[in-house]
């Protein structure tokens, strides 16, 4: 009854703002949203229904249903003026897919004003000349730098797009670079040192009525930090592997005192082929050495191989162990768990990456990372860029 409700409703709307939903959709997905076949739906409903009468009612209503996270809320009412309204059409960066006005009749809200621009207007977004070149320039930066934003808030297999995939594959090396440069900078408190820590001498002052008594200073890291990654190439990560290869190069390439692994049915030291300053002649030689990859998992024998041959030639008292993997082993559970305890004896931190972690209604159920939870530091997604930038903090403190 319900369902034939609803679909009674949605025909009211006619074929021309089925479409035009349809095409906000995936306006949406392009943009970042995680929106589907449900919330489609439940758009067309709230076309149908007495919110549609007036645009200050339509657009929250399709901001409470379409918007998921904080970026997401921040994002829509930019993406509906745009689409909706034609304003605003230069900020958006992927703004497509749907009917222009030689395909479709444009057909505006039920009862809405008419729009200041044609509806199909941001279907082709194109820079508008301005005055001067200047002007031109500046907004060029803008969006060159809200795309990079945008790709590093996007999940990594919804990035489809050659170009944006090699652009997202450039921010991950340079976030590499970054965290490295970050991290030597970084000082810590010392009683003794060279430059005095102003921020905590005024924290410590307050005690005192504002008078600097007791000085604090700062003194640079004696030991830098180690990081030894150990990446999951199976099948059921290839929709990330390209993009966790390219900051494995950046990682190798940047720190120094960083060592990598390449595991699926078995383990793969792949530190000297990433150092290679060319990308492409790294990942193929990679490729080569790690044949098999992209076959099933058997993280427990990887750990126990990387354990016995490897842990004590690249593991010290400062060394982070950082694992990739979706968790999903093929070997026996105990076996993983065994690895880990052994592991975790070795190293200063343990930090374990599930890019499914990211995804909605995730649990990590798996027999594997079930097992490997109780001896993990930090537990984190890594979907997309913004998640591994937010290891920067945890890594600076060990």
Wanted: glycine share 8%.
């Amino acid at each position: 009854m319900m369902s034939a409700a609803i679909n009674s409703a949605t025909d009211t709307l006619g074929a021309g703002m089925r479409r035009r939903v349809a095409g906000f959709v995936r306006t949406l997905r392009d943009n970042g949203f995680r929106v589907g076949l449900t919330e489609t739906r439940d758009a067309l409903t709230v076309l149908a229904s007495p919110a549609a009468a007036r645009p200050s009612s339509l657009q929250p209503a399709l901001r409470s249903l379409f918007c998921a996270t904080r970026s997401d809320w921040q994002k829509f009412d930019e993406i509906f003026d745009a689409f909706w309204r034609g304003r605003g059409a230069r900020r958006i960066q992927q703004v497509s897919g749907t009917p222009t006005a030689s395909q479709a009749p444009a057909r505006r809200l039920p009862g809405a004003a008419a729009p200041e621009g044609p509806l199909g207007a941001p279907d082709h977004v194109q820079r508008q000349g301005g005055a001067e070149s200047d002007s031109a320039n500046r907004s060029g930066r803008r969006e060159g730098a809200a795309r990079a934003e945008l790709l590093a808030s996007t999940d990594l297999r919804h990035i489809t797009d050659p170009d944006d995939l090699t652009a997202a594959h450039a921010l991950a090396e340079r976030l590499a670079h970054r965290m490295r440069a970050r991290l030597t900078r970084r000082d810590r408190a010392r009683r003794r040192g060279r430059r005095i820590d102003l921020r905590r001498t005024i924290h410590r002052s307050i005690s005192h009525g504002g008078t600097p008594v007791e000085l604090v200073w700062r003194k640079r890291k004696e030991k830098p930090l180690r990081l030894v990654m150990l990446l999951d190439a199976s099948g059921s990560m290839s929709l990330y592997t390209a993009f966790f290869v390219r900051f494995l190069h950046g990682v190798v390439d940047a720190f120094r005192e960083a060592e990598a692994f390449v595991f699926h049915t078995r383990l793969a030291h792949v530190s000297a082929s990433l150092r290679d300053r060319d990308v492409g002649r790294a990942v193929d030689r990679l490729s080569l050495m790690a044949q098999g990859i992209g076959g099933g998992t058997r993280i427990g024998d990887s750990l126990a191989d990387f354990n016995r041959w490897h842990a004590r030639r690249v593991i010290n008292s400062r060394t982070a162990v950082m694992i990739v993997s979706d968790g999903y082993d093929t070997g026996e559970p105990d076996r993983l768990a065994t690895e880990m305890r052994r592991l975790r004896r070795r190293c200063k931190r343990i930090i374990w990456l599930n890019p499914l972690l990211g995804w909605n209604d995730y649990s990590p159920a798996a027999r594997g990372m079930q097992a490997a939870l109780p001896h993990i530091d930090l537990f984190a997604s890594a979907h997309n860029l913004e998640s591994l930038a937010a290891l920067e903090p945890y890594l600076a403190k060990i």
